[in-house]
């Protein structure tokens, strides 16, 4: 392909496909915990990191994590103890965070803005080898966490109260939720860009409940959804001239429409038939199965 005699496209594509491991890996998780939202919040935040990055003439990309792990954290200290004041806490983190990229980009050399555009909405061109490899390094970590602490996760995302009876460290497993969330928005974000990167994060996850229930199942399609959309995405973007991140999350919004419209009337029918296997019709019993998982929830 000719795609893959250039050395940039060869680096876009593999920190796309990277990403779209990462992204719905973590975000099934911030999905069952009702924060599908976190990684916009975070994303704001390591505008504060890539700007403070090009200031010093660090890498952006480990300014950024830093920057977003600290994010991170301050935000689940904030939801243990915020309380009423808790929203208003973290929407001066979050508009804090922007304003401060803006300044530090602004006080850093000439030409940084320019670039700062690739890091908000994503770019091809711009992925560098240093880029490339503290991504697979943060991707590494997040697939680590994300796979072999799947179990715990998954308790404590459906039920805080429970994961602690049982004797789960639920604080210390939620923090590091928050950490992987934060590693994985400075992963995307020279592909999608960190105004872009929630949505890779929750909508594939949405997408696959369209068609399973199961969390084991919903995780693997959501990541299968989320490396075929950023494929594709890298390669529309390079043959069209489109940007990356906006196409990316375009084709993954047409994902779940589609996917919503095909699993819409499967779920009919099945309500159906399993009404028709039943003694009584009792539509109570039949409407079931229509109604699971309204919370947005996925079983084991």
């Not at 680096?11 to 779209?20: D, P, S």
């Not at 990055?53 to 660090?58: A, T």
């Not at 992925?127 to 966490?145: C, H, K, N, Q, R």
């Not at 906006?246 to 084709?251: D, E, F, H, S």
Request: hydrophobic share 55%; aromatic share 8%.
């Amino acid at each position: 392909m000719e795609i893959l005699n250039y050395a940039f496209m060869q680096r876009a594509l593999l920190a796309a496909v990277l990403v779209g491991i990462t992204a719905p890996a973590i975000g099934i998780y911030l999905v069952q915990r009702r924060q599908a939202l976190m990684g916009d919040g975070i994303g704001h935040v390591a505008m504060t990191g890539v700007g403070l990055g090009f200031l010093l003439s660090w890498s952006p990309v480990w300014m950024a994590t830093i920057v977003s792990i600290v994010g991170a954290v301050l935000m689940e200290l904030i939801r243990w103890y915020g309380r009423t004041r808790g929203d208003i806490a973290l929407a001066m983190l979050f508009y804090g965070g922007m304003a401060g990229g803006v300044m530090f980009i602004n006080l850093a050399p000439t030409g940084s803005n320019a670039n700062l555009t690739s890091y908000l909405f994503g770019s091809l061109s711009t992925v560098s080898e240093s880029d490339v490899t503290a991504i697979i390094l943060l991707a590494a970590f997040v697939v680590l966490v994300t796979l072999g602490l799947r179990r715990q996760l998954f308790a404590v995302s459906q039920d805080e109260e429970f994961a602690r009876v049982t004797g789960l460290p639920v604080r210390a497993l939620n923090l590091l939720t928050a950490i992987t969330a934060a590693v994985t928005v400075t992963v995307a974000m020279r592909v999608v860009g960190l105004l872009l990167v929630s949505a890779l994060m929750v909508v594939p996850v949405a997408a696959a409940q369209q068609l399973s229930r199961s969390f084991a199942a919903t995780f693997a399609i959501a990541v299968a959804i989320g490396v075929t959309v950023t494929i594709g995405g890298t390669v529309t973007s390079y043959y069209q001239d489109v940007p990356p991140g906006a196409t990316i999350v375009l084709l993954t919004i047409g994902t779940f429409i589609a996917l919503t419209a095909l699993a819409t009337p499967l779920a009919r029918r099945r309500a159906r038939a399993l009404a028709a296997a039943l003694p009584s019709g009792d539509p109570a019993e039949c409407a079931i199965p229509a109604s699971r998982g309204t919370d947005g929830k996925v079983g084991v």
